[in-house]
């Protein structure tokens, strides 16, 4: 079972039937890429996304001819779609109509308070909630300038900055009776935006959606949202989360769900294990635990789930049946080059020609398979 992490208190909303705050488990959300008014495009990458294990979608709706496909792709979507707007209330207005989970605006972007009442209103009416945000990009005009003047470091500053914003937007939801509000604070500064997340779930219940904006390329991108995000789920704050990468939206799934497992909210299902590799390894560990990889994959992309806890892929039998005695299965180099031993619990059973002991492995993960019916 996962971790029973000691989390921050915050209300609950809705977004489909996903659950966001209180006691529900931290959600995975991307956003797609594609021009979404392309029904075909969205909807193959929204199922995509689902088969790696996002649980909640936005897409961009910049226009009335995206408002006007909304309802073909709600139809067939497997997951909640969040509609992102900006400067056009009567997008978000459409959206709502149209039948979308939830919104995303920037109050200070779409014209006035009468028309961020509108959307509160809609919004209301039809019991979905939105989502506010304040970003390092679009922070109002002189806040930053004004914090950095009395003395505060740039660094302290932003994050102060981006609470005061967070803040303003939903204290102004909330005038008008609307309190189904997630937030988000990020900057691509990752010390700004987890203190600016540990000062907002010091202040408020809102639930809060984590993530670094801006993080960059899959390596880089997904460094800096495992610390930053790693850093807050540690400390029991943050509901939802997204991990912003300059890569294939699967890619920010697989990061998001390695980050959660990592953080002991997730069952990894199964664990895998590898070592670093020394002057003692005798195969290609890194092919062998990339097929391993692979193929838990395929499994999981076919619904199948595994009952095997953790597999260990380790370089030699001092890393293998000894640091991985806890494994189910691994295999780990024998001391002829090209020869694999497997072990489960610690126990070899078997010393084999490298080819014919990974076939072994995978004959043993696959007779621990389920396949969905």
């Given at each position: 079972?996962?971790?029973?992490?000691?989390?921050?208190?915050?209300?609950q909303i809705k977004v489909g039937g996903v659950p966001i705050g209180g006691n529900a488990p931290v959600s995975i959300q991307s956003m797609t890429n594609t021009v979404t008014s392309d029904?075909?495009?969205?909807?193959?990458?929204?199922?995509?996304?689902?088969?790696?294990?996002?649980?909640?979608?936005r897409s961009t709706v910049p226009d009335e001819a995206?408002?006007?496909?909304?309802?073909?792709?709600?139809a067939q979507s497997p997951l909640p779609l969040i509609a992102d707007i900006h400067f056009d209330y009567r997008l978000a207005l459409g959206a709502i109509k149209a039948g979308v989970h939830a919104v995303r605006i920037n109050p200070g972007n779409i014209g006035g308070r009468e028309r961020v009442q509108k959307v509160a209103e809609a919004a209301g009416n039809a019991h979905i909630p939105i989502r506010v945000g304040a970003n390092s990009g679009s922070l109002p005009k002189g806040l930053l300038e004004s914090k950095i003047s009395s003395g505060m470091t740039r660094e302290k500053a932003l994050a102060e900055s981006l609470v005061e914003a967070a803040l303003y937007q939903a204290e102004l939801l909330e005038e008008f009776g609307f309190r189904d509000i997630k937030v988000s604070l990020k900057a691509s500064s990752v010390t700004s935006t987890v203190e600016a997340c540990r000062i907002f779930a010091q202040?408020?219940?809102?639930?809060?959606?984590?993530?670094?904006?801006?993080?960059?390329?899959?390596?880089?991108?997904?460094v800096k949202s495992a610390v930053g995000i790693g850093s807050l789920l540690l400390d029991g704050i943050g509901n939802t989360i997204r991990v912003s990468l300059s890569a294939p939206v699967v890619e920010e799934v697989k990061a998001a769900k390695a980050?959660?497992?990592?953080?002991?909210?997730?069952?990894?299902?199964?664990?895998?294990?590898?070592?670093?590799?020394c002057g003692r390894t005798t195969f290609d560990l890194m092919r062998a635990v990339n097929q391993v990889e692979k193929l838990i994959d395929s499994i999981k992309a076919k619904g199948g789930s595994i009952s095997l806890r953790k597999i260990a892929v380790m370089g030699c039998e001092v890393n293998g049946p000894g640091e991985a005695a806890d494994a189910d299965i691994g295999i780990a180099g024998g001391n002829r080059k090209g020869s694999l031993i497997l072990f489960k619990k610690g126990e070899r059973f078997a010393t084999l020609p490298e080819a014919e002991g990974y076939a072994l492995l995978k004959k043993t993960i696959l007779e621990n398979t389920i396949q969905k019916k």
């Open positions: 079972m996962p971790h029973q992490l000691l989390r921050n208190k915050s209300r029904v075909t495009a969205t909807l193959a990458q929204i199922r995509e996304l689902h088969e790696a294990g996002c649980e909640i979608v995206t408002v006007n496909v909304l309802p073909e792709i709600l202040r408020t219940d809102y639930p809060l959606h984590l993530g670094v904006t801006e993080a960059g390329t899959a390596f880089r991108g997904t980050i959660l497992e990592s953080c002991g909210l997730r069952e990894a299902s199964p664990e895998i294990v590898s070592c670093p590799t």
